[in-house]
C-alpha cells in the first residue's frame, strides 16, 4: 500500500441484550465492517451497577471455530465450563477460552449480592488450520503493562513497546487498553501490515485526530505506522487489530464456521446435548435458535 492511509470509519455500536437482560453496546460484527484483523465479536458491558440477584447471567451455551476472549475492568464474574474448569475472573486479567471443535460454557455474577460491572468480551476467529483444535481454557492474572505520557497501556493480546502479551493467539493481532486517570497524551506505533479499530470505553479520547466516545468504533485501515491518542481527563480506550483475517467467516449465535451445513451441524449437536455438560451455573442453559434459514452466503457482505 501507498500514499497516505485512507481516512478512518465510524462505526456506531448497537445495543443488544445478553442472557439475565443485561444491555450491552455490540460494536462487532458492524453492518458496515465484520472483523478486525481476527476479531470478529466485540461486545462492551457497563460500566453499571447492579441490584442483587443483576449482573451478567448467561447460562451453559456451546462455541465453535472461535476464541473467547473476556478483559474484566470492574466486577467479578465466574466461569464454567464442559472441560470442567470454575474460574472467577477479577479485574485486570483476562479470561481465554478456545472453543476449537466444540466447548459450552456459563458465565455468572456472583448470585445474589449487589455489584458493578465492566467488561468487554471479543471473540477472535480461528485460522481454518486451527478451527477443529482441542478446546482449552486459561486465566491470565498477569498481563505486561507500560506506562507511557499519562496512559497506563496493558498489552493484552500481541505486543506494543516491546512487551508481548502471554495470551495464546493463532494469528497475527492485538489488543491493548489504555487508561488515563487525566489528561494524557501517547504515540502509539502501529504495525503497518494491520488493520485497526478503537473503542472508548469510559471517558472521551481524540484518536488520530477524531473526538470518540463510548458507543463508536472508529476502523483504521492498513497502512498506518502510529496513532495519536490523547485525553483531556480519565478516560479508558480499547485497540484492537491484526492482520486482515482473509478467509470468510459465517458468524451465527455462538458458532463461527465455514458453512451453513456446519451451523446446522452444531446447533443439532449442541440442542441435543453433544457438547457436554456445565456443571454448577445458576442460569439456565440457552437453547440454539433454528438455522434452517441460514443462506448459503453470509448475512453481510
Ligand atoms: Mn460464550
Known amino acids: 500500500m501507498s500514499g497516505p492511509a485512507a481516512a478512518p470509519e465510524r462505526l456506531e455500536a448497537r445495543t443488544a441484550e445478553i442472557g439475565g ?25 457497563g460500566p ?5 440477584g443483576g449482573g451478567i447471567h448467561v447460562g451453559p451455551h456451546p462455541h465453535i471455530g472461535l476464541q473467547t476472549f473476556t478483559w474484566l475492568i470492574e466486577g467479578e464474574v465466574v466461569h464454567r465450563d464442559s472441560l470442567g474448569n470454575e474460574q472467577t475472573i477479577t ?19 456472583a448470585p445474589g449480592a449487589a455489584g458493578r460491572l465492566h467488561a468487554a468480551q471479543l471473540w ?9 483444535r482441542a478446546p482449552a481454557f486459561r486465566n491470565h492474572p498477569h498481563l ?7 496512559f497506563s497501556v496493558r498489552v493484552l493480546a500481541g505486543s506494543a513497546f ?14 491493548l487498553d489504555l487508561c488515563a486517570s487525566g489528561r494524557a497524551a501517547l504515540t502509539l506505533p502501529l504495525e503497518a501490515s494491520f488493520e485497526h479499530a478503537t ?11 477524531e473526538t470518540l466516545n ?19 481527563a480519565a478516560a479508558r480506550l480499547l485497540v484492537i487489530g491484526g492482520a486482515p483475517f482473509g478467509e470468510e467467516i459465517l458468524l451465527w449465535w455462538n458458532f463461527v464456521a465455514r458453512s451453513p451445513a456446519e451451523i446446522e451441524q452444531a446447533t443439532q449437536d449442541w440442542n441435543a446435548g453433544r457438547f457436554g455438560r456445565v456443571a454448577g451455573s445458576p442460569s439456565p442453559s440457552l437453547i440454539a435458535p433454528s438455522a434452517a434459514g441460514l443462506s448459503l452466503r453470509p448475512p453481510h457482505p
Do not use: K
Request: aromatic share 6%; hydrophobic share 40%.
Open 124 to 132: 477472535i476467529a480461528l485460522p481454518e488450520a486451527e478451527r477443529r
Open 144 to 150: 505486561p503493562r507500560i506506562e507511557r505520557g499519562g
Open 199 to 209: 473503542l472508548v470505553l469510559s471517558g472521551a479520547v481524540r484518536v488520530g485526530g
Open 214 to 232: 463510548p458507543g463508536t468504533l472508529l476502523y483504521f485501515g492498513t497502512g498506518r505506522e502510529e496513532l495519536a491518542v490523547e485525553c483531556a
Open 48 to 52: 453499571m451497577d447492579f441490584a442483587a
Open 21 to 45: 437482560g443485561l444491555t450491552i453496546r455490540r460494536a462487532l460484527p458492524n453492518r458496515l465492517r465484520r472483523t478486525v484483523g481476527a476479531w470478529c465479536f466485540l461486545d462492551h458491558a
Open 91 to 109: 479485574p485486570g486479567q483476562v479470561n481465554l477460552m478456545t472453543a476449537g471443535g466444540g466447548i459450552a460454557h456459563a458465565e455468572d455474577s
Open 162 to 175: 516491546g512487551e508481548r502479551s502471554p495470551v495464546e493467539v493463532y494469528s497475527p493481532l492485538v489488543g
